[in-house]
């Protein structure tokens, strides 16, 4: 179907975003990595491009479903450039040396058998809180599509770019992973969760994390808000699927 083009959001991570590049880059068909520094103070940015990523910087920080359009739109030019057409992987800037699991999110979609993946993780790590946003994210899809992935906000997928340019515009922040299962899933595009083997850093409970969480519980609110009011007869909406590969 065409090459990969892995896309990495990133705030902040200048510890782990050296590792993440490398492990990405070694994903078979990874042509072309791009971070996007969404307005880092910590270096982030340099030390994305001395791993070999394609750098592109935010001078404010815009929120994450920003950073995504910020990436893919510099993969359309690069395809545009090259005359190939690639799929979008999205991967989250702390997974470090785990992002190298992330291959079989990408699978289903360049083999033409789905147009979007959600990552489910079998390693699983401290919440610190993250079940209340990830309750109203699971709640809130399952009520407009009939059903929501396993970890509705996990932010590892991989998209056609037909499917990518349907969703569009992406919900704000952090808002984006709810909106996109619910807008693809209506419009019948074949959604797969995939299990990997990846891995966040733990989240904490000091401050910063806790209002970390409760941006993050904003932005799904208002993505769902109207999705909710607008809701299609249930005829209209495929069941998704789910693969159960690992690696």
């Known amino acids: 179907m065409g090459r990969l083009a892995v896309v990495i959001p990133a705030w902040n991570e200048a510890d782990r975003i050296a590792d993440t590049v490398a492990a990405a880059s070694t994903l078979p068909g990874a042509d072309l990595v791009v971070v996007v520094d969404d307005g880092s103070r910590d270096g982030t940015a340099s030390i994305a491009a001395q791993a070999g990523a394609l750098v592109l910087t935010h001078a404010r920080n815009r929120g994450k479903a920003a950073a995504m359009e910020t990436g893919a739109e510099a993969v359309r030019l690069a395809d545009q450039r090259d005359g190939v057409s690639s799929v979008l992987l999205f991967l989250d800037a702390d997974l470090g040396a785990t ?38 994210s699971a709640r809130g899809t399952s009520r407009a599509i009939g ?10 997928r991989c998209l056609t770019r037909a499917a990518f340019d349907a969703a569009r ?34 989240t904490g409970t000091d401050l910063r994390s806790q209002l970390h969480r409760a941006r993050q519980l904003a932005d799904v609110a208002v993505a769902l808000l109207p999705r909710l009011a607008r809701q299609p007869g249930r005829a209209a909406i495929p069941a998704p699927g789910r693969s159960g590969r690992t690696e």
């Open 169 to 202: 515009p992406l919900a704000r922040g952090f808002g984006v992973e709810t909106a996109l299962t619910i807008d693809l899933v209506r419009q019948g595009y074949r959604v797969v969760e995939v299990e990997v083997g990846l891995e966040h850093r733990a």
């Open 147 to 156: 059903w929501a992935p396993a970890q509705p906000l996990n932010g590892q």
């Open 99 to 136: 992002a190298a699991h992330s291959g079989p999110l990408a699978e289903p979609v360049l083999a033409g058998t789905a147009d979007m993946t959600i990552a489910a993780f079998t390693t699983r790590v401290k919440l610190g809180g993250h079940g209340l946003v990830v309750g109203l």
